[in-house]
């Protein structure tokens, strides 16, 4: 009896990761896939969009001929206009004019002028990498991190960095997980959590103004949501009481426990294991003010307790119960008086300002929305002049990169115009706000002032970054497949204005921050803040490895610095990006430095068939596989590689190299031997005359003055230094 064939049906999926396309490979169409779980690439297992095909119909542009067949079909179905139309035609039509004269005056002043961009062709747009990630967190499960995120750059920087200039480029502790968030089975000290129990935790009354003055510090530039000197003498108060009620305390707890986060972690713990009991008790249809200050806090607390993604969570509860008062509309937040008003406003501020940071750090969409809301983000005095507001500056910087975000991360591509209208919105900002905010950094003020300040100021830095950073990225591509930058490529193109514009924000944030970390200004927790530092640290990292200056090598190493601050205070987060941030400078130094051996091979080449530098006994012994002017450069180069990796200390365990030293440790060119340099023994061979004439600018019989002043009579004083 014949037995039935069985046909196997090929499974097919309907997009393959980025490695296994590269390698042509059949992918799982897992997150990993099994293909670079095997090959432990799990964190470089990306899945980019398909490019979709354009019919020849959309590519096919008009021509002149049939564009003026259509304006003129157009104008004869349109009815004719009547005088008055006319008229007010014409003077739209001048208005339009002139703006656009305005403009044009606008863009000649930048730089970038419409014949310019039309010039180069290609400057038109430029590809935005869709670089969301699934992330795995501290306990392997995986966190969805979007394309704006500071980790999502990383990813794309290690996957740039490792697939062209060092497959090993990075520690292994930044490739297992990116520590979204501690681990949850204790309090983050060792300790079991709390039982909540009715009877609050004791309180130190000397301790309060202390862990208010942190509070105050840690908070600035993001929360505004108390009259600061009225919550301090009802700590004091409630403090001093033998029976502290329990209504009310749940905000009171929380304060002390970011004021108490990094002094005394465990005691903070247990008040905001406490509170945040409390909290879910009072979660019911009866929401009040009280209610969302309790849940931004807890969102703040997590947020500095490196537990990200749970006080995403947490502020998306406390978001839904500010809409559910009203705090959003300013014609209801006044039916509770003036005082009432402003405190109302001021708190749906703080709400903006939260969850535009957290949703911008993570790569989500923002909880809150300006659609339906009234409360103005600006304040003036009886002049006309803007009032100074650490909460209002901050506001209305993250609108605009609110903007960048939707307008350009959530696309594939950017345009240098798009980019000009985004630069007119960060220039205005910074006409009114930037040197107000310079002044309260150098003015010595309050600690929270001056926190405050520099956050603001950070998060504009940040912006400028999160731009220019598409373009950044073109950059490093182009002139890593180059291998280096050519002469003349600074400043050539808008495109390397708008990379070195990114770098510029990176070291100008670094150095506020350094300056205030020197003179003890800064909160030891500022989540925020070092988020911001990553990214920049890694823009210097890329900067200098893509030929944008050796100064910034500096940059660089004060990156890490200041994420070493904020690591020593306890922040895991800082930790970890100050290990990326060590490896990215250590290939970048040895990049360059291979770079620069190479250069200095070629040149050799030619100075040593000018006088024979190698001695004349072993003139024979590298006549062999040699160049025309007997110098092999590939093997040559092979060998220089082979030195420079084994002086850099390339195969050390990555741990010797985590110290980043001051230099760079290649060996000097006087401890080198011959054969290291390349100057082979055939170097002897006396070059040919055609060697000579193209050697110098001047004319083969010309000579050299050594001497010019000798052409003026030799009239030197020398009296004075007798």
């Known amino acids: 009896m014949d037995t039935p064939r069985v046909r196997y049906i090929r499974s097919r999926i309907a997009n393959a990761c980025d490695n296994c396309k590269a390698r042509k490979v059949k992918c799982d169409g897992n997150v990993p896939c099994r293909y670079c779980e095997e090959r432990g690439r799990g964190g ?39 005088p008055a139309e006319r008229s007010s035609a014409g003077a739209a039509a001048a208005a339009a004019a002139d703006s656009q004269t305005a403009a044009t005056r606008e863009n000649i002043r930048a730089g970038d002028t419409d014949e310019h961009s039309r010039g180069e062709g290609a400057e038109d747009e430029t590809d935005v990498p869709r670089e969301a990630r699934l992330l795995r967190d501290s306990q392997g499960k995986l966190i969805f991190i979007g394309d704006c995120a500071p980790l999502s750059f990383f990813q794309s920087v290690r996957q740039l960095v490792t697939s062209k200039v060092s497959p090993n480029a990075f520690a292994p502790e930044t490739s297992r997980f990116s520590v979204l968030a501690n681990s949850a089975a204790t309090t983050g000290t060792g300790l079991p959590r709390r039982q909540h129990s009715d009877v609050g935790p004791a309180v130190n009354p000397r301790a309060v103004q202390g862990a208010m003055r942190v509070y105050l510090a840690t908070t600035a530039g993001l929360l505004d949501m108390f009259d600061d000197a009225k919550l301090l ?165 993250l609108l605009i990169t609110e903007v960048i975000v939707t307008e350009i991360f959530s696309r594939k591509k950017i345009s240098l115009a798009l980019t000009e209208g985004i630069s007119v919105k960060l220039r205005g900002w910074s006409e009114r706000w930037l040197q107000r905010l310079k002044g309260v950094v150098e003015s010595g003020r309050s600690d929270a002032d001056v926190a405050g300040a520099c956050q603001v100021l950070a998060s504009y830095y940040y912006s400028v970054m999160l731009v220019s950073r598409p373009f950044l ?27 070195d514009a990114c770098i510029d924000a990176a070291s100008l944030m670094v150095d506020t921050v350094v300056a205030l970390i020197h003179r003890q200004a800064l909160p030891n927790r500022a989540p925020v803040l070092v988020s911001w530092l990553f990214a920049a640290s890694l823009v210097l990292g890329l900067g200098l490895m893509g030929g944008f200056g050796r100064i910034l090598e500096k940059c660089t190493r004060m990156s890490i610095q200041t994420l070493d601050h904020f690591a020593l205070q306890g922040d895991a987060h800082a930790a970890q ?77 990555f741990h010797a190299l985590h110290s980043v030293p001051a230099t760079s440790s290649p060996r000097m060119l006087g401890d080198m031997d011959s054969a290291y340099l390349g100057l082979s023994e055939s170097l002897l061979h006396t070059p040919d005359g055609g060697f000579w004439s193209g050697g110098f600018d001047e004319d083969a019989g010309s000579a050299l003055n050594l001497f010019p002043l000798l052409d003026t009579g030799g009239g030197i004083d020398l009296a004075h230094y007798l």
């Open 233 to 397: 003498d009802e700590l004091v108060m409630w403090s001093n009481l033998q029976n502290r009620p329990t209504d009310g305390d749940t905000v009171k707890y929380l304060v002390l426990a970011i004021g108490l986060l990094n002094d005394n972690a465990e005691l903070a713990q247990e008040y905001f294991e406490y509170a945040r009991g409390k909290a879910y008790e009072d979660l019911n249809g009866d929401l009040s003010v009280s209610t969302v200050q309790a849940f931004v806090l807890i969102a703040v607390y997590m947020l500095c307790s490196c537990q990200i993604n749970g006080a995403f969570l947490f502020f998306g509860i406390a978001v839904r119960a500010a809409y559910s008062i009203g705090v959003h509309r300013t014609e209801v937040n006044a039916r509770f008086g003036a005082d009432g008003r402003v405190a109302r406003d001021r708190l749906w501020k703080s709400l903006r300002v939260v969850d535009l940071c957290l949703s911008i750090s993570m790569g989500r969409p923002p909880a809150t929305s300006d659609v339906d809301c009234t409360v103005a983000y600006r304040a003036q005095d009886a002049e006309g002049n803007e009032v100074l507001d650490l909460l209002n500056a901050d506001v209305q910087i």
């Open 577 to 653: 990006y100050s290990l990326i941030a060590q490896s990215l400078l250590n290939v970048a130094l040895e990049d360059l430095d291979k770079r620069e051996m190479r250069e200095r091979m070629m040149r050799t080449e030619n100075s040593s068939l000018l006088f024979g530098l190698v001695p004349a006994a072993a003139a024979a012994a590298g006549s062999g596989d040699a160049s025309p002017h007997g110098l092999s450069t590939s093997s040559t180069i092979t060998s220089l590689t082979d030195a420079v990796t084994s002086g850099l200390g390339h195969d050390r365990p």
């Open 44 to 82: 470089s297992c990306v899945y980019s969009p398909q490019k979709k095909r354009r019919t020849p119909a959309s590519r096919a542009p008009s021509t002149p001929k049939q564009h003026s067949h259509r304006q003129q079909r157009q104008q004869q179905q349109q009815p004719s206009p009547s």
């Open 473 to 499: 990225m073109y950059e490093m591509h182009r002139r890593l497949l180059a291998d280096g930058p050519k002469p003349g490529d600074r400043g050539r193109s808008g495109k390397t204005k708008l990379a």
